[in-house]
């Protein structure tokens, strides 16, 4: 296991996923100009730096959470490397389940998942299909979950904290990936350093004709491309030895057209201007996502205190282009739609050490989202027995716009009872004006113990509040589509409210030598349990709330590495259920609600067993590596069967790469590699198109064969 700073290893699990490889480092820097700092100078200032990041880090250390981090190597490592998506890196941790559209699944919520670089919040912004975030921009990545520290709240399934890389290193790498299925990965990254100012640059296209699952097992599936455009940059300027400021900003630009199934037709009966048929491979349905964001932070540590302040916003955009003919005779509506989501906030977050046995942390976060909806509906009219008049649809415009402020506050304290035992104890209050006017204060303790070098015990309770997403809260209005084609079968859609839970987690860590065993368990007990479903186009998710819920689980995990061979494993067994739907009521069957309202049913992302391992042996300049995802099968309704009773059949998806450092070569070291994707072509569903909010089928990747190369310079 690579290893973790003592203090981490002292204040709670932290299991680092194998540092399989050295990444590759940027070229030497090249000869100073004239004016330019000296090599003492460039030093210091890479010191100063260092030191600013280890006072950043101790704003918000994880203390008694969970940690899985995964590093740039080991994300090189990968088939794929930097190339693949982060969604896919972080299914090597443990606990974490796919899905379709890229979601992930972490100990049995639906979501729920906050998005930090270098500490600082990143809003949540409207991606359904496409990942915001590359592996690219990534240092370090570390998932954190369990009993969480009263830093982190709102969003409590997990944190992917993300350390970006900077640019004290002058030099950068320009490659190019591609191969099946129409796949083709142009990227540069750079980074560089003046005097006291340093930056880095990272930019990628992807273009695949995979851009969504396939909908019916196809390797290259009917109508998938899918153009992505992703950038991201990062600057920071040392004002002194105890002082920074730095700018975070990039973009996600995409494109997806939505993917076909041969062979149907319409069977609803319906007729538009005189046509009735419609093969359904011709449909044309597309979808654009885009998002931007940027994150100004000012950090000053003197002392004893540190303190950082920072300013983030992030603006997304979504439209969907339906195919109105083809869904008009397959669904009876043809919804054209455009959402906007503009986020913008505060964070002001401090650490002030107390004494040798007392750390103080508190912190204030303020944000406020703007969102806007505007569909324009085209449906038919029916009578009173249900059929069309008319073969001209018409036209419902339902536009709607609204804003959303939260106020967090918290306040802890890191006491050190002992040399080897910790308490982190803290309150954190959560006001939320939306939709709904709601508050918590939440109580937060964690306890570790370390009885002796290389064993850690830890144990934890949170209270926590989690609001269903904003921007996704159905604005539809319900009353306009009453005698149309559209007219959902029920009328009740009360407001999804925020999810309360108590969350229980304890755990063991042990290392021996470069073996590490970790076995973490957790309960949570739920009350408005908020979940997602896809209902209808565009395909946008929406919250609605279970009564009650609980998700309970054990994850196993272990590590190895000497030498040139490292490898790692991780097992999980999960549980979550929920009872009695209350809030977005009209999207579902009046049949299932009946059901539910008396009944525990499996949530539709439930998996009751998820495995991921890997391994890696370098030779020379060459790394062979591997891994393997392993789930026993997301949730699925079979024929006359209670809701969500049965899930798809289990898979194991195998993947291999290989990869050559050619060394020696002006201005850095060429690097080829080769991976296949899906190695035994497993042909397995991810979702079967049924079960509660689930929309469509979807497949896992068939096999691929994909090459790249990369340049140092």
């Known amino acids: 296991m690579a290893g973790s700073t003592s203090r981490r290893a002292r204040l709670g699990a932290s299991v680092s996923l194998l540092s399989l490889v050295a990444a590759p480092a940027f070229a030497q820097a090249s000869a100073p100009a004239a004016g330019a700092p000296t090599s003492g100078q460039v030093a210091e200032i890479v010191v100063t730096a260092q030191r600013l990041d280890a006072a950043r880090s101790s704003v918000e250390p994880s203390l008694g959470a969970t940690t899985y981090s995964l590093p740039e190597a080991f994300i090189l490592s990968l088939p794929g490397g930097a190339n693949t998506q982060l969604n896919q890196v972080v299914l090597q941790a443990p606990g974490v389940a796919q899905d379709s559209f890229g979601q992930l699944h972490i100990r049995g919520d639906h979501g729920n998942i906050q998005y930090r670089l270098n500490n600082v919040i990143l809003p949540e912004g409207l991606q359904v299909f496409g990942q915001t975030l590359s592996p690219r921009l990534a240092a370090n990545v570390d998932l954190i979950t369990g009993a969480m520290p009263a830093q982190y709240g709102l969003r409590t399934a997990g944190v992917?904290?993300?350390?970006?890389?900077?640019?004290?290193?002058?030099?950068?790498?320009?490659?190019?990936?591609?191969?099946?299925?129409?796949?083709?990965?142009?990227?540069?990254?750079?980074?560089?350093?003046?005097?006291?100012?340093?930056?880095?640059?990272?930019?990628?296209?992807?273009?695949?004709?995979?851009?969504?699952?396939?909908?019916?097992?196809?390797?290259?599936?009917?109508?998938?491309?899918?153009?992505?455009?992703?950038?991201?940059?990062?600057?920071?300027?040392?004002?002194?030895?105890?002082?920074?400021?730095?700018?975070?900003?990039?973009?996600?630009?995409?494109?997806?057209?939505?993917?076909?199934?041969?062979?149907?037709?319409?069977?609803?009966?319906?007729?538009?201007?005189?046509?009735?048929?419609?093969?359904?491979?011709?449909?044309?349905?597309?979808?654009?996502?885009?998002?931007?964001?940027?994150?100004?932070?000012?950090?000053?540590?003197?002392?004893?205190?540190?303190?950082?302040?920072?300013?983030?916003?992030?603006?997304?955009?979504?439209?969907?282009?339906?195919?109105?003919?083809?869904?008009?005779?397959?669904?009876?509506?043809?919804?054209?739609?455009?959402?906007?989501?503009?986020?913008?906030?505060?964070?002001?977050?401090?650490?002030?050490?107390?004494?040798?046995?007392?750390?103080?942390?508190?912190?204030?976060?303020?944000?406020?989202?703007?969102?806007?909806?505007?569909?324009?509906?085209?449906?038919?009219?029916?009578?009173?027995?249900?059929?069309?008049?008319?073969?001209?649809?018409?036209?419902?415009?339902?536009?709607?716009?609204?804003?959303?402020?939260?106020?967090?506050?918290?306040?802890?304290?890191?006491?050190?009872?002992?040399?080897?035992?910790?308490?982190?104890?803290?309150?954190?209050?959560?006001?939320?004006?939306a939709f709904r006017h709601e508050n918590q204060l939440s109580p937060r303790v964690n306890l570790v113990w370390k009885p002796m070098e290389g064993t850690t015990f830890h144990a934890g309770y949170a209270r926590l509040f989690s609001p269903p997403p904003f921007e996704l809260v159905a604005s539809e209005t319900i009353a306009k589509f009453v005698g149309t084609s559209a007219e959902a079968l029920g009328t009740q859609n009360d407001l999804p409210k925020t999810e309360r839970d108590n969350y229980f987690d304890l755990g063991v860590q042990q290392r021996f030598g470069g073996l590490t065993l970790g076995l973490d368990g957790y309960y949570k007990k739920a009350k408005n349990l908020v979940d997602e479903g896809q209902f209808g186009a565009p395909i946008i998710l929406t919250p609605f709330n279970y009564r009650e819920g609980y998700a309970k689980g054990v994850e196993l995990s272990a590590n190895y590495a000497s030498g040139p061979l490292s490898a790692y494993g991780n097992f999980a067994w999960s549980e979550a259920k929920g009872k009695d739907i209350i809030s977005s009521q009209f999207n579902f069957d009046p049949g299932d609600l009946a059901y539910i309202q008396n009944h525990f049913i499996f949530l539709d992302h439930d998996q009751t067993y998820t495995a991921s391992a890997g391994a890696a042996y370098r030779l020379g300049d060459t790394r062979f590596s591997g891994d393997l995802i392993y789930g026993s099968g997301l949730r699925k309704t079979p024929d006359g069967a209670p809701p969500n009773s049965g899930h798809v059949p289990g898979y194991t998806q195998v993947n291999l790469a290989v990869a050559h450092e050619f060394t020696g070569l002006p201005s850095g070291p060429l690097t080829l590699r080769a991976d296949v994707i899906n190695l035994f072509d497993e042909k397995y569903e991810i979702r079967d198109g049924t079960g509660v909010g689930v929309g469509a089928p979807q497949f896992g990747p068939r096999r691929g064969f994909f090459a790249g190369v990369s340049k140092a310079f």
Do not use: C, M
Request: glycine share 12%.
């Open 160 to 433: 992917l904290s993300i350390t970006t890389k900077s640019g004290f290193k002058n030099g950068g790498e320009v490659g190019v990936y591609g191969g099946s299925h129409g796949l083709i990965t142009p990227s540069i990254e750079y980074g560089g350093s003046s005097g006291a100012t340093s930056g880095f640059f990272s930019g990628s296209y992807t273009g695949t004709d995979v851009g969504i699952e396939s909908p019916d097992g196809r390797g290259t599936p009917l109508h998938d491309h899918s153009d992505q455009y992703q950038a991201f940059g990062y600057l920071d300027h040392i004002l002194d030895d105890s002082s920074r400021v730095s700018l975070i900003a990039g973009t996600s630009q995409q494109t997806f057209q939505i993917p076909n199934v041969s062979g149907l037709q319409p069977d609803l009966g319906f007729n538009v201007n005189g046509v009735t048929d419609f093969p359904s491979e011709k449909l044309d349905q597309n979808q654009k996502e885009g998002t931007t964001y940027a994150i100004v932070s000012y950090l000053k540590t003197v002392d004893k205190f540190t303190a950082q302040a920072s300013l983030f916003g992030r603006y997304s955009e979504l439209r969907y282009s339906p195919d109105v003919t083809g869904e008009l005779l397959f669904n009876g509506i043809a919804q054209a739609a455009r959402k906007t989501v503009l986020s913008l906030g505060t964070q002001l977050e401090g650490v002030y050490k107390l004494s040798d046995a007392h750390t103080i942390r508190s912190g204030l976060i303020v944000s406020s989202d703007r969102t806007t909806s505007k569909t324009t509906s085209q449906v038919f009219p029916l009578d009173d027995t249900g059929a069309q008049i008319g073969t001209a649809p018409i036209s419902i415009v339902d536009d709607s716009k609204a804003t959303a402020w939260t106020y967090s506050a918290y306040l802890q304290d890191e006491w050190a009872l002992a040399e080897t035992l910790t308490l982190n104890y803290g309150l954190r209050f959560d006001q939320l004006e």
